[in-house]
């Protein structure tokens, strides 16, 4: 099956993906033709593939709302400076990659501790199909925890956002998976 019929489906799941307790991209005024708002500027299905926890919260979504609206993510987030600095050393560009969360939803609050359970339960229902073949580049614990319980042989690096390493040295260790990858 073609790549763009099978993220198509990814979207129409993710769409139709519910859990309680949190809201949907539809809820906050974000669904469009996308799993997540980021691939308006990191959506490219046969580039390499960067997985994270979470896209982001609710109360932060509907705060940014313009700004996500126009470049799919809130700009000056760590996350984003520390991914633009890994993509910097390797030589590729925000066009060339694909990023999405395994869990499709959005959190109450920021930084949350999404249970193991729902990130399976959105990853089963959503990002597997996404995959395309891709051996995907795990960022942060949940994402990996998330992607091993589903079999899925992935590369492994901090979270663009952990704490207790240097911007640099998080970027580096990105790029490294980026060229593995």
């Given at each position: ?27 906050l005024g974000h669904d ?18 960067l997985v994270s926890k ?85 960022l942060g614990q949940d ?39």
């Amino acid at each position: 099956m073609e790549r763009a019929t099978l993220y198509q489906e990814a979207i129409e799941r993710r769409r139709a993906f519910r859990l309680r307790g949190y809201a949907t991209l539809a809820d906050l005024g974000h669904d469009g033709p996308w799993v997540s708002p980021i691939q308006k500027i990191c959506g490219n299905l046969s580039g390499p593939m960067l997985v994270s926890k979470d896209w982001l919260d609710g109360p932060s979504a509907r705060k940014a709302h313009a700004r996500i609206a126009e470049q799919g993510h809130v700009p000056g987030m760590l996350y984003m400076k520390i991914i633009d600095a890994a993509l910097a050393l390797v030589g590729l560009s925000r066009a060339q990659i694909y990023v999405t969360p395994v869990f499709c939803l959005l959190p109450q609050r920021r930084s949350s501790v999404i249970p193991a359970p729902d990130r399976a339960a959105s990853f089963e229902a959503v990002g597997q199909y996404e995959l395309l073949g891709r051996r995907p580049i795990a960022l942060g614990q949940d994402a990996a925890q998330t992607l091993r319980g589903f079999g899925v042989a992935c590369l492994e690096t901090r979270h663009p956002s952990a704490r207790g390493q240097a911007h640099a040295a998080r970027a580096q260790e990105i790029a490294s998976a980026l060229e593995a990858a």
